[in-house]
């Protein structure tokens, strides 16, 4: 594994996006490198938001790569969301006339399609694209983990597919629910689609993080089958030193901040009606008072603003920078907080508010976490979002401390160091260096039980040394027609020249190194047997050939091989993915792998599985020499033609070209076949009959070629490395 500790992480919305979500994944990704892990962050081109806030991106740490991908969907959602990017303006007018067109109205059958077309959300366009750099990025950089964040929850999937390609620990992150409580409910059909979608990212996520504990439990009650144990909680937070830049300078009006967006079910309705009665209830409050929404606002929601005559008294800023936004938040006499419907998660700016040390006006619901967190930290008032005369009563009363210079928010700054980035960012380096270490400790069993097979192949391959090449190649008619269709599909697929640098797994005693050699210009032959190379030097001599005694597993060098080819050896390797990656890394770009091994499924298996079956219960019973048992149990390790070359395919192989070798029945006498009715008499003619029956579907179209395959003893699949 490599010593530099490496996390791929994936997020739709980064900087320069001016959303909410962004200030969590840069937060983690500014203080990962000082706690010993290297972000590389794959997101999309600067151009995909509507709303940009450029100056964050002096925020990302220079050394953190940031891998952007072409978005080819940015351009269609714009079409169908008709959205705009939102710009600032100083009146309430002129605010209202340009922000009315970050929302129109839609056909219902266009918002039909962009429904359906919008799983599991808008951004889904970036998936395949996304995946496709992700498999370059992990095999480029040799990644050690995968974080995801949501929302968009397409993000999750592109980490789903990539564990699932890889095999690397994968840690989703979800900011709020999948189905969120702000958009309306759907039909039943996409539900189950989207809920089916976010238990798949459950169940293989090693670890699920959540920003609340409310969210962790409603993840748990819904999916009962998942270990809890397996969810955590890392909440939000805020960048200490971005609010140690800014104070609180006395205002010249009561001034009440909100800073965020409004869509949806999230609105400021109450809070307006309620300011509405309390500029009734007291006209010197009126008059002193100025509110402040900072962000996005819909239209509807200004009509209401009209409606109640209360213009003069609204400001609405669209889109600020974020350390103005922070200013705003510092400058103000009371923070808005309306966390909306979802009381599953908390606000993002909470945090904020919390850290800007001013009073806290929450309209939250009884039982959220946002409530909860107010209430515990005494940094504010906390009232039922639909009870407009507690809300005004609560204005009043907090007017009446402004005036008598009282209005100051109890909340201890020794509690707050807990919600600071970089303490949750701790808290994230300690899961991730958990799953690597479990990692390390698992690829450490999984190299001893490797080590264990490894030994077994070598006693047994060791003891046949001497014999094997005329058991196998040499020994009988039936064995040198093998080796003669072997040796010609071979050749065939390697496509030799004598520029070609080679690589030979499992060389035995040398019967294939010394055919490619005499026409490649190098060939690296290794085995992990010491006897058989030990034969292979005695039978050949060639200056081109270099001969190592190695476990393939265990095999390191920087050269990189034309060819690598491997005869009736990759069944004896138990962990066959492994295998492939390492080959597909040894090759170099438009190198050929050539692998030979034995056939699975095939007809005539069926016996041979059943005796062997037997023979391992009858081994067990009488407890007979453990070699016995072993020699069953590598037997049974083969690969299917089917598996295999998906398992290439996944691994980034193209051109797979899969051939039938030794097709022929087992039904000769000399052979001990599992059904022998053919004598020696027959055998020479049969055996001719046979091998050119294998050239002949060497030349028919690969998918009717899969026919020979289960009657065939051995296959050949090869492949091509491309970039």
Request: proline share 5%.
């Given at each position: 594994?490599?010593?530099?500790?490496?996390?791929?992480?994936?997020?739709?919305?980064?900087?320069?996006?001016?959303?909410?979500?962004?200030?969590?994944?840069?937060?983690?990704?500014?203080?990962?490198?000082?706690?010993?892990?290297?972000?590389?962050?794959?997101?999309?081109?600067?151009?995909?938001?509507?709303?940009?806030?450029?100056?964050?991106?002096?925020?990302?740490?220079?050394?953190?790569?940031?891998?952007?991908?072409?978005?080819?969907?940015?351009?269609?959602?714009?079409?169908?969301?008709?959205?705009?990017?939102?710009?600032?303006?100083?009146?309430?007018?002129?605010?209202?006339?340009?922000?009315?067109?970050?929302?129109?109205?839609?056909?219902?059958?266009?918002?039909?399609?962009?429904?359906?077309?919008?799983?599991?959300?808008?951004?889904?366009?970036?998936?395949?694209?996304?995946?496709?750099?992700?498999?370059?990025?992990?095999?480029?950089?040799?990644?050690?983990?995968?974080?995801?964040?949501?929302?968009?929850?397409?993000?999750?999937?592109?980490?789903?597919?990539?564990?699932?390609?890889?095999?690397?620990?994968?840690?989703?992150?979800?900011?709020?629910?999948?189905?969120?409580?702000?958009?309306?409910?759907?039909?039943?059909?996409?539900?189950?689609?989207?809920?089916?979608?976010?238990?798949?990212?459950?169940?293989?996520?090693?670890?699920?993080?959540?920003?609340?504990?409310?969210?962790?439990?409603?993840?748990?009650?819904?999916?009962?089958?998942?270990?809890?144990?397996?969810?955590?909680?890392?909440?939000?937070?805020?960048?200490?030193?971005?609010?140690?830049?800014?104070?609180?300078?006395?205002?010249?009006?009561?001034?009440?901040?909100?800073?965020?967006?409004?869509?949806?079910?999230?609105?400021?309705?109450?809070?307006?009606?309620?300011?509405?009665?309390?500029?009734?209830?007291?006209?010197?409050?009126?008059?002193?008072?100025?509110?402040?929404?900072?962000?996005?606002?819909?239209?509807?929601?200004?009509?209401?603003?009209?409606?109640?005559?209360?213009?003069?008294?609204?400001?609405?800023?669209?889109?600020?920078?974020?350390?103005?936004?922070?200013?705003?938040?510092?400058?103000?006499?009371?923070?808005?907080?309306?966390?909306?419907?979802?009381?599953?998660?908390?606000?993002?700016?909470?945090?904020?508010?919390?850290?800007?040390?001013?009073?806290?006006?929450?309209?939250?619901?009884?039982?959220?976490?946002?409530?909860?967190?107010?209430?515990?930290?005494?940094?504010?008032?906390?009232?039922?979002?639909?009870?407009?005369?507690?809300?005004?009563?609560?204005?009043?009363?907090?007017?009446?401390?402004?005036?008598?210079?009282?209005?100051?928010?109890?909340?201890?700054?020794?509690?707050?160091?807990?919600?600071?980035?970089?303490?949750?960012?701790?808290?994230?380096?300690?899961?991730?260096?958990?799953?690597?270490?479990?990692?390390?400790?698992?690829?450490?069993?999984?190299?001893?039980?490797?080590?264990?097979?490894?030994?077994?192949?070598?006693?047994?391959?060791?003891?046949?040394?001497?014999?094997?090449?005329?058991?196998?190649?040499?020994?009988?008619?039936?064995?040198?027609?093998?080796?003669?269709?072997?040796?010609?599909?071979?050749?065939?697929?390697?496509?030799?020249?004598?520029?070609?640098?080679?690589?030979?797994?499992?060389?035995?005693?040398?019967?294939?190194?010394?055919?490619?050699?005499?026409?490649?210009?190098?060939?690296?032959?290794?085995?992990?047997?010491?006897?058989?190379?030990?034969?292979?030097?005695?039978?050949?001599?060639?200056?081109?050939?270099?001969?190592?005694?190695?476990?393939?597993?265990?095999?390191?060098?920087?050269?990189?091989?034309?060819?690598?080819?491997?005869?009736?050896?990759?069944?004896?390797?138990?962990?066959?993915?492994?295998?492939?990656?390492?080959?597909?890394?040894?090759l170099e770009n438009s190198g050929r792998a050539v692998i030979i091994t034995k056939s699975f499924p095939s007809i005539w298996m069926g016996r041979t599985r059943i005796l062997n079956f037997v023979c391992s219960l009858g081994?067990?019973?009488?407890?007979?020499?453990?070699?016995?048992?072993?020699?069953?149990?590598?037997?049974?390790?083969?690969?299917?033609?089917?598996?295999?070359?998906?398992?290439?395919?996944?691994?980034?192989?193209k051109k797979i070209k899969i051939f039938p070798v030794i097709l022929r029945p087992h039904i000769f006498k000399s052979s001990n076949g599992e059904y022998p009715i053919i004598s020696k008499r027959y055998e020479k003619t049969?055996?001719?009959?046979?091998?050119?029956?294998?050239?002949?579907?060497?030349?028919?179209?690969?998918?009717?070629?899969?026919?020979?395959?289960?009657?065939?003893?051995?296959?050949?699949i090869s492949g091509v490395k491309e970039k």
């Amino acid at each position: 594994m490599s010593k530099e500790k490496k996390v791929l992480m994936i997020a739709y919305s980064y900087p320069p996006s001016g959303m909410p979500g962004v200030y969590r994944t840069l937060g983690f990704v500014k203080h990962l490198p000082e706690n010993g892990w290297h972000p590389i962050v794959l997101t999309v081109p600067e151009d995909s938001y509507f709303i940009k806030d450029f100056s964050l991106l002096n925020n990302i740490p220079k050394e953190v790569k940031v891998v952007r991908i072409p978005y080819w969907g940015g351009r269609i959602q714009k079409f169908l969301t008709k959205k705009k990017e939102v710009v600032a303006s100083a009146g309430f007018k002129n605010s209202m006339q340009k922000t009315n067109n970050l929302v129109k109205k839609r056909s219902s059958i266009l918002n039909t399609i962009i429904k359906w077309i919008s799983i599991p959300d808008n951004m889904n366009r970036w998936i395949l694209n996304a995946y496709l750099a992700g498999k370059k990025i992990i095999n480029r950089e040799n990644i050690n983990l995968i974080w995801s964040t949501s929302p968009d929850d397409s993000a999750h999937l592109i980490a789903y597919f990539l564990k699932r390609k890889f095999r690397i620990p994968w840690i989703a992150d979800f900011r709020d629910p999948w189905i969120s409580p702000f958009i309306d409910n759907k039909n039943s059909l996409w539900k189950k689609i989207n809920e089916f979608l976010e238990s798949e990212v459950l169940n293989n996520a090693d670890t699920v993080v959540t920003v609340s504990n409310k969210l962790r439990e409603d993840l748990i009650l819904r999916y009962p089958r998942i270990n809890p144990q397996k969810i955590l909680v890392i909440t939000n937070g805020f960048e200490e030193e971005n609010l140690n830049k800014e104070k609180y300078y006395p205002t010249d009006k009561f001034t009440i901040t909100d800073t965020g967006r409004f869509y949806g079910k999230r609105t400021p309705t109450s809070f307006l009606l309620a300011l509405k009665q309390a500029f009734l209830e007291n006209p010197e409050m009126e008059k002193e008072t100025r509110v402040r929404f900072i962000g996005t606002f819909e239209g509807n929601i200004k009509k209401e603003v009209k409606k109640l005559r209360i213009e003069d008294k609204i400001e609405i800023i669209p889109q600020v920078p974020h350390q103005e936004c922070i200013k705003y938040q510092c400058r103000s006499d009371i923070l808005l907080l309306i966390p909306g419907p979802n009381t599953l998660t908390m606000p993002g700016k909470i945090f904020e508010y919390l850290a800007a040390k001013r009073p806290i006006l929450a309209l939250a619901e009884e039982g959220s976490d946002s409530a909860a967190l107010i209430r515990e930290t005494k940094s504010g008032a906390v009232v039922n979002p639909s009870d407009t005369f507690q809300i005004k009563n609560t204005l009043l009363d907090l007017f009446d401390k402004y005036k008598n210079g009282t209005l100051n928010s109890a909340v201890n700054p020794l509690r707050l160091k807990g919600y600071t980035r970089f303490s949750l960012t701790k808290k994230l380096v300690l899961i991730l260096d958990k799953i690597y270490e479990d990692k390390f400790i698992e690829e450490n069993e999984m190299k001893k039980e490797n080590t264990f097979n490894s030994e077994i192949i070598k006693n047994f391959f060791s003891q046949d040394s001497k014999s094997y090449l005329y058991n196998r190649w040499l020994g009988s008619p039936i064995a040198r027609a093998d080796f003669q269709i072997t040796r010609d599909i071979l050749l065939k697929n390697l496509s030799l020249c004598d520029l070609d640098r080679v690589l030979e797994i499992g060389c035995g005693p040398g019967i294939w190194t010394a055919i490619t050699s005499s026409i490649a210009k190098e060939v690296v032959a290794i085995d992990i047997s010491k006897n058989m190379i030990t034969e292979a030097k005695k039978r050949i001599n060639n200056d081109n050939i270099i001969f190592e005694n190695i476990d393939f597993q265990e095999y390191e060098t920087n050269k990189k091989f034309t060819k690598i080819f491997s005869v009736r050896v990759i069944e004896y390797f138990k962990n066959e993915e492994k295998v492939i990656e390492k080959i597909y890394k040894l090759l170099e770009n438009s190198g050929r792998a050539v692998i030979i091994t034995k056939s699975f499924p095939s007809i005539w298996m069926g016996r041979t599985r059943i005796l062997n079956f037997v023979c391992s219960l009858g081994t067990l019973l009488r407890s007979k020499k453990e070699q016995d048992k072993n020699q069953i149990k590598l037997w049974q390790e083969r690969k299917g033609f089917l598996k295999l070359s998906k398992l290439m395919r996944q691994t980034g192989f193209k051109k797979i070209k899969i051939f039938p070798v030794i097709l022929r029945p087992h039904i000769f006498k000399s052979s001990n076949g599992e059904y022998p009715i053919i004598s020696k008499r027959y055998e020479k003619t049969l055996l001719r009959f046979f091998n050119a029956l294998t050239k002949i579907s060497w030349k028919i179209p690969q998918p009717l070629r899969y026919l020979f395959l289960f009657f065939s003893e051995t296959y050949l699949i090869s492949g091509v490395k491309e970039k």
